[in-house]
């Protein structure tokens, strides 16, 4: 029972610690004047459709057939390079959006308990279903055409919240006096 | 020297040094800031001066001195839950959403957590001494249980955390999390082991109070203004949105793996 309590208490203070002094989360800080879109809103999934392009099925077979074998192998590689890239990509995107999604909520004069939840949960998700993703790439068994349909949805999602967020930034405090001084 | 001119040389050091830090929170006008937190760091002074008295007007070992002693870690203990609760509402309240969600949950966390520690009492009650380690050993659980739920709640909503209320958090935290283990390792046998029970306790406080120290040599940073907030109806025209890509996206990945 002492050593599980010492245990618990020695984690509780590291978490203690990590939650006063990890890693500054405040980057952007949660105010309206945070609210710059160009640094939450999802940015990698700009470029997805030119790699997804470069990562055509059929590209591979043309390679398979016609390139000499040590050719195809160096271009292999690097299209694995590539599919790794937008993977983390993608995920930076993810977090962008959940990061916008809390900033939100922080400036939210009421929020609904069940909403957060849902987003807590569906945060978690992600990051499990990434992993098995990462995994699955790491095992060669990823094919890029489902990489482009998320893609598309995280695309989708970034255009709805630039065009909500540039309404409300309208009302931020240093936009009104950028343009209180002109 | 004996070792009884070191104790009275170590205690008055601490008290000191507590002094100390109550003058510079008056000074650095904490009490507008962080009121409980404030009044508690006056408590300790006065407890150390209260002991004082009633150890030299009564003896160490007579029963209005353990009850003066007792009723006195019960008030202080009851400050320190106040103090976490302060540094709860001064870092949220300005989040009037996450604020009004986080408040009932901090309250509803105490009081099970304090159920909790009265049920544990309950279990040790044949023995005084025990019992009341078992109890305040819950309730101190209760402080570091509010103080890391809503540090849990800044960090998942990004809150800035001014440097003064990280130290004094800290203190906060760490004097509690200290108490848990060593009333745990001296709950059978604080009879036995009281010196050692005891030094444990001030050595931990002391610590606690350099935190305190810390937090308040400089001066504290000007108020920053409540942050503007959006319209109430933002929200609601965002969430279903966002929680409908997320989903998407969730369903999409899943079926990648499969």
Known sequence: MTVFVAILVFLVILALLWLLFGSPTNETGSSLDALQIERLLPINCRHFPQITQMLKEEDRQFMRMRAPHHTERKWRAERRRILKQYLTGLAQDFARVQRLARLVSALSPEIRKGQELEWIWLGLQFHVSYRMVELKFALGRLSPDGLAELTGIIAGLADELEHRMSLITEYSPSHLRANMGN | MNSNLFSNLGWMGAFLLEVGTFLLALRRGLFRRLPFFTLYL?????????????????????????????????????????????????????????????????????????????????????????????????????????????????????????????????????????????????????????????????????????????????????????????????????????????????????????
């Open chain 2, 42 to 258: 006056g408590l300790v002074v006065i407890d150390e001066i209260t002991l004082w008295l009633v150890y030299r007007l009564s003896g160490v070992s007579s029963y209005i001195s353990f009850e003066s002693y007792w009723v006195m870690q019960a008030l202080l203990i009851l400050f320190r839950a106040l103090a976490v609760y302060d540094i709860c509402r001064v870092l949220l309240s300005a989040y009037a959403g996450v604020w009004k969600m986080c408040r009932p949950l901090l309250i509803l966390l105490a009081a099970i957590l304090v159920v909790g520690a009265a049920i544990s009492t309950n279990d040790s009650a044949h023995h005084v001494a025990s019992a009341i380690l078992t109890s305040e050993r819950g309730l101190e659980l209760t402080v570091v249980g509010i103080l890391i739920f809503g540090l849990i709640f800044c960090r998942y909503y990004h809150v800035e955390i001014d440097r003064y209320v990280t130290w004094i958090a800290l203190g906060l935290g760490f004097y509690s999390a200290v108490q848990v283990v060593s009333n745990t390792l001296f709950q059978h046998s604080v009879t036995g082991h009281f010196a050692v029970w005891q030094d444990f306790r001030h050595v931990s406080f002391n610590v606690a109070t350099v935190f305190w120290i810390v937090a308040l040599w400089k001066q504290l940073p000007a108020r920053q203004a409540a942050p503007v907030l959006l319209a109430p109806g933002e929200y609601e025209r965002l969430a279903p949105q966002m929680t409908l890509r997320l989903r998407e996206l969730n369903t999409r990945l899943l079926e990648m793996w499969k």
